[in-house]
Structure formats: structure tokens, C-alpha cells
């Protein structure tokens, strides 16, 4: 069936590294790609998102990009600083059929001061 | 902008119990759903909903009901709990199949 993984399960870096996440989806008609972050408490709030037309989005120091032929796509985060300390869960969906977002298992982001 | 808003936060039922989670959008989103999130499980579908009158199972559904009479509530009915369904649920809502998802802050609930 449709599937989403998702690596490493938890990422610790220093203060002002990248951090780089993973994502490999299985059903090839998706074209839908979110990102999202969750702090403590608190429902998962999107970050950023890529369609299956582009190849790479950025918004400062986020960005995604997208490989349609591996069906695989990443969240790179440059400058990382505390405050990006979260789960992030990336997701794949598409226009028509079931209308499910599957989601991956979600990536336990640690940034150490 | 209230978005999604859930109720209530925290919950502590007994086992056999029945209770309604709340969910309301302010956004005129068509799809709504709702996930259950356990340690190490990620976000898990419960039931989703494409529109008024229209509800449809996800990957776990046994011991939940959902039934959406507008297009702005969605309520989650647990039917008689168990301690199986302790978790966080939170709803969330879109206006189409592959548009951003909106999450509301989730119902933690323990089932004694």
C-alpha cells in the first residue's frame, strides 16, 4: 500500500549546522509534499511544501527538494538554532483516489547550544 | 483567526465510558479528519471526512464514530473506551485533497 519513510528517527546537531531530514514515498502519483514542524504540546503546524512540478522551494533558512524519478524528497534547515528543536513529519498526498495524506514516522530534531 | 479548535484539551475517561471529542474549523475547509498520535507510531487516520454527509474509515477506525452534519463540526464519538485508545487525537482540516492540512492543538486522553 502507501507508504512514507522517513529518516533518522532522531537528529542531534550543533547550534548554527544544517540538519537534513528524509523522506521516500511509494506511490508515484502523488505530487503533494509537506513539511511539518511539532513543538511540545502542540499540533503539527505546516512549514513549507513542494509540488510535484518544481524541483526545490526555499523560504530562509528552510528548503525542500524533490526527486521524482528516486521518489524521494528532503528538508534541509541551515543556520539551525534552538528553537528548531522539534518533531518535523514529512507527508505525500495526492489530487484524486483515497485523499489520505500519509505521513511519515517523524524526525526527532535536536539543536545543542 | 481561530482555525482549528478542539475540546476539550485533556480528558480522563474510565474504561467503558463513552465521551465526544469536538472539532470546529472557521476556514469553510470540505475535508476534515482525524488522527490519533502514539510514541514512536507518528500521525495514525481515525476517520476523515470529504463534506457535509460524506465520512469514510482510515487505518484505524474500530471504536470510533464520526458523522459531520456541517461543513464547520466534525466530532470524534468513542463508543466505549479502553485503555487501547489513550493517545493524543487531533483534528485537522483542508479545503482540497493535496492543499495544506491545518492542525487544531489536540485532545490528550487517558483511559483508566
Known amino acids: 500500500g502507501e507508504n512514507v519513510e522517513q529518516h533518522p528517527s532522531t537528529l542531534s546537531v550543533q547550534e548554527g549546522d544544517s540538519a537534513v531530514i528524509k523522506c521516500t514515498y511509494s506511490?508515484?502519483?502523488?505530487?503533494?509534499f509537506p513539511w511539518y514542524k511539532q513543538e511540545l504540546g502542540k499540533g503539527p503546524q505546516l512549514i513549507i511544501d513542494?509540488?510535484?512540478?518544481?524541483g526545490e522551494k526555499k523560504d530562509q533558512r528552510i528548503a525542500v527538494t524533490l526527486n521524482k524519478t528516486a521518489k524521494h524528497f528532503s528538508l534541509h534547515i541551515t543556520e539551525t538554532q534552538p528553537e528548531d528543536s522539534a518533531v518535523y513529519f514529512c507527508?505525500?498526498?495526492?489530487?484524486?483516489?483515497?485523499?489520505?495524506?500519509?505521513f511519515g514516522t517523524g524526525t526527532r530534531l535536536k539543536v545543542l547550544a | 483567526n481561530a482555525g482549528v479548535t478542539q475540546t476539550p484539551k485533556f480528558q480522563v475517561l474510565k474504561t467503558g465510558q463513552s465521551m465526544t471529542l469536538q472539532c470546529a474549523q472557521d476556514?469553510?475547509?470540505?475535508?476534515m479528519s482525524w488522527y490519533r498520535q502514539d510514541p514512536g507510531m507518528g500521525l495514525r487516520l481515525i476517520h476523515y471526512?470529504?463534506?457535509?454527509?460524506?465520512?469514510d474509515q482510515g487505518e484505524v477506525p474500530n471504536g470510533y464514530n464520526v458523522s459531520r452534519s456541517t461543513t464547520e463540526d466534525f466530532p470524534l464519538r468513542l463508543l466505549s473506551a479502553a485503555p487501547s485508545q489513550t493517545s493524543v487525537y487531533f483534528c485537522?482540516?483542508?479545503?482540497?485533497?493535496?492543499?495544506?492540512?491545518?492542525f487544531g492543538d489536540g485532545t490528550r486522553l487517558s483511559i483508566l
Open positions: 476556514m469553510n475547509h470540505e475535508y
Open positions: 471526512s470529504v463534506g457535509a454527509g460524506i465520512t
Open positions: 507527508a505525500a498526498s495526492k489530487a484524486s483516489g483515497t485523499y489520505k495524506y500519509i
Open positions: 506511490d508515484s502519483a502523488s505530487n503533494y
Open positions: 485537522a482540516s483542508r479545503s482540497y485533497s493535496n492543499q495544506p492540512q491545518h
Open positions: 513542494i509540488r510535484s512540478n518544481v
